[in-house]
């Protein structure tokens, strides 16, 4: 007779979730039995780190990953790097060992008698199956879930004796299913929206994280051309949707009421695409519209149409909308916008890089189809400016700005996409909340160029104290940081620059490598 632990795995291997992110622990271990040797086990030292490598390799990758957490207290320690993974939309199967049930009544150690409700309300759904011929159905179900759009995490609590429990043969049925998603706006929704487009005087498009998730990036440009229209990258981006040398692009929205209708000024009609309307951070209150505007907002998640505080949402299949909408709408006659200025250069201090130094050799030495995994909030509108981004799936970002994500998501991006580099790009305050991914990546010689941007302080937090008048307040500042001491003593080759030439020279070495490198660069302050 086939078991739990036996469909289960037939399932896991049908819909390719061979590799699994984990931290095993006691609970676990039933499951991690005779571990199939056409699956690979990522290990990683602390849930968060476990999470984040899962989260980059679910972005990289467009496919759910498999998740093993222990227990409560796992859950838990995952919890930070799991508000990332629901605002980005990254499919996890979170699962959780459970203690045996006839323990969990008790209490016992490591048990949770609710377990569902624990990672709630930051994944789709959560369960613990009723009973062990369930488990099969309910991961099934939960696989499904994480990957039908709106894509997000979801969670299953397994009690640890239900694996060796045997099913009926008819268990095995869910390891041939496949379900789809074929939901599009009908024909009078999308003659309805062209008829708008072009009829508007001034419109302007508004592209988020989700038009890179399904590719449709270069359709986004040929909406942007057909209609002569400024491209913005909505607010906080997780990704990169747009080329950002292209003529049309205009750089990223300011995540503040005020400064949105601001830099939105003058436009009669905004198209929201693939991109919530709007997530906000600073508090900036002021008019949510620009006078007389009007907006449209395309997406696949329902969730996000129904909070919007203004405008019209047609909810569906992103790809499919565009595909359809694009042949129905009239080449403007409008004069294409004039591309953005590059920046100048600009001066370095002795001893110490200014950030923007740092990006323009990025730019200049970086392969074309390069990866960058960003986390160094105070330096976000510098990085857009200089960096050239043209191919899709080339920027990640955190994006509930949870500190965490960057140096593990590097890693797990790095691991779904072999034939590209990852550059992390990570400032020193993010860099210590998951240093434990340096370990993983050493111990699976992961090749990620890891440049850590070290000015000593809380960047975005100083900037913020200045806006909030609470400058003298404590905890701002993180001196006394030794990163390549830090890197070698999990085994990861590391070198400090502090000028320019040397962070080039470092830089080159570390893309020829085959395993991971730091670069520690001693920066300068920038604003946000």
Known sequence: MPTVHS????????????????????????????????????LGLHEGVVVGMADGYALASGRPV??????????GNAMGALTNAWYSHSPLVLTAGQQARSMVGVESMLANVDAPSLPRPLVKWSYEPACPEDVPRALSQAIHMANLPAKGPVYVSVPHDDWAREVAE????????????AGTPSETQLAGLAERLNRARNPVVVLG????????????????????????????????????????FRG?????????????????????????????????????????????????????????????????????TLEKLLPALTQSERTMPEPLPLPRPVSDEPGRLAPESVFDALDELAPADAIFVKESTSTVT???????????????????????????AAVGAQLARPERRVIAVIGDGSANYAIGALWSAAQYDVPVVFIILKN?????????????????????????????????????????????????????????????????????????
């Open 209 to 248: 994280p989700e038009v890179d998730a399904e590719h449709a990036n270069g359709l986004a440009v040929k909406l942007a051309e057909r209609l002569r229209m400024p491209a913005w990258v909505a607010p906080s981006a997780s990704r990169c949707p747009f080329p950002t040398r292209h003529a049309c």
């Open 66 to 75: 498999l998740v093993n957490l222990h227990a409560a207290a796992g859950t």
């Open 382 to 408: 510098a990085f857009w400016q200089r960096v050239e981004m043209r191919h899709p799936d080339s920027y990640f970002f955190p994006a509930a700005g949870g500190l965490g994500f960057g140096l593990p």
């Open 456 to 528: 000593d302080t809380y960047g975005a937090l100083r900037w913020f104290s200045r806006m909030l008048d609470a400058e003298d307040a404590p905890g701002l500042d993180v001196p006394g940081l030794d990163f390549c001491a830090l890197a070698r003593g999990y085994g990861v080759e590391a070198v400090c620059t502090d000028t320019r030439e040397a962070f080039q020279d470092a830089l080159r070495r570390a893309l020829d490598a085959s395993k991971p490198m730091l670069i520690e660069v001693p920066t300068t302050t920038i604003e946000p």
């Open 7 to 42: 469909v289960t795995y037939q399932l896991l291997r049908r819909q390719g979730l061979s590799v699994v992110f984990g931290n095993p622990g006691s609970n676990e271990l039933p499951f991690l039995k005779d571990f199939p040797e056409d699956f690979r086990y990522i």
């Open 252 to 320: 990223v929205l300011p995540a503040a009421i005020s400064g949105i209708s601001d830099k939105l000024e003058g436009h009669d009609l905004i198209l929201v695409v693939g991109a919530p309307v709007f997530r906000y951070h600073q508090y900036a209150p002021g008019r949510y519209l620009p006078e007389g505007a009007e907006l449209i907002h395309l997406t696949s998640d329902a969730q996000e149409a129904a909070r919007a505080p203004m405008g019209d949402a047609l909810v569906g299949g992103l790809l499919a």
């Open 170 to 181: 008819d268990a095995a049925l869910v390891t041939r299913r496949d379900v789809e998603h």
